[in-house]
């Protein structure tokens, strides 16, 4: 090859290797962490994105465990599939979950999950041990998925809540 070309080639790779790293968003938050009976104990979050905060990785990090687990934002272009992973450890729809205060027995409660949740992001997520945390977030901007700052809850399989900011 000659030394033009190679030249090039080295910098169109540089190129897209910089582009694909572009796609990729990082952030944090904090929280705090209520149980009964204890007083309140902070939690870390981060969260890794490959599509601009629109779904991807999230760990939060409490005094005594680790969680990890997939986000995502609903929009109405979500379907039925996508948001399955949600459901591991929880009832379907998360029908289960007070706060939510929607579903009927004897109907869709993804539909429903889907249709009344557009614009937040949800996240299901779990420690080696097992111990599963789900959280739902209200986006201050959707259009800018994670990245755009919100807040939220997230409830813990052995009880506790956290109050989480991004």
């Not at 990890?68 to 949600?86: A, C, D, K, S, Y």
Request: charged letters at 15%; aromatic letters at 10%; hydrophobic letters at 35%.
């Amino acid at each position: 090859m000659k030394k033009p070309l190679r030249l090039m080639a080295i910098a169109l790779t540089g190129s897209a290797a910089l582009l694909l790293g572009a796609c990729t968003t990082t952030g944090m938050g904090g929280g705090e962490l209520t149980r009964q009976g204890k007083t309140s104990e902070p939690v870390l979050f981060s969260w890794k994105s490959t599509d601009g905060g629109i779904s991807g990785t999230m760990a939060a990090t409490l005094p005594d465990a680790t969680y990890r687990g997939r986000f995502f934002q609903i929009t109405r272009q979500t379907e039925r599939q996508m948001v399955t992973p949600l459901w591991e450890g929880w009832s379907q729809g998360w029908a289960d979950w007070p706060y939510w205060s929607y579903g009927v027995a004897g109907q869709d409660n993804v539909t429903q999950f889907i249709t009344r949740y557009s614009g937040k992001v949800v996240a299901n997520l779990q420690t080696s041990a097992g111990q599963r945390m789900r959280c739902r977030l209200h986006m201050i901007d959707p259009a800018r998925g994670m990245a755009g700052g919100g807040e939220g809850e997230c409830q813990l399989s052995g009880g506790g809540v956290v109050q989480a900011r991004f």
